[in-house]
Nanobody, 123 residues
Framework: QVQLVESGGGLVQAGGSLSLSCAASGGTFSRYAMGWFRQAPGKERELVAAISWIPGMIYYADSVKGRVTISRSSAENTVFLQMNSLNPGDTAVYYC????????????????WGQGTQVTVSS
């Protein structure tokens, strides 16, 4: 069983930056595709970024492209999400997820989920 634990959320002013981390345990991290999702109040959960175990295979949602960088460290069993130029529209609970069958952009293909971390961007 894979456990995912997110950290790094918080309150930031518009234009600021945050770095999220997701530590994985209980599985073979290097064989999972990893994704960051977010869910804002009253909205559906959406994929923000995803990264494969295959070098260079990365996806970004159009809404964050150019402002967000996803990366992973096999040595640390951790996936990161660096977010810059944040705006109030980025306010959401951010979830880390792992896919055994990935790489994939489909939420239903993700098998394991973290508990989420709140990101709030004030104007």
């Amino acid at each position: 069983q894979v456990q995912l634990v997110e950290s790094g959320g918080g309150l930031v002013q518009a234009g600021g930056s945050l770095s999220l981390s997701c530590a994985a345990s209980g599985g073979t991290f290097s064989r999972y595709a990893m994704g960051w999702f977010r869910q804002a109040p009253g909205k559906e959960r959406e994929l923000v970024a995803a990264i494969s175990w295959i070098p260079g295979m990365i996806y970004y949602a159009d809404s964050v492209k150019g402002r967000v960088t996803i990366s992973r460290s096999s040595a640390e069993n951790t996936v990161f999400l660096q977010m810059n130029s944040l705006n109030p529209g980025d306010t959401a609970v951010y979830y880390c997820a792992a896919s055994v069958t990935g790489p994939t952009t489909r939420e239903s293909d993700y098998d394991y989920w973290g508990q989420g971390t709140q990101v709030t961007v004030s104007s």
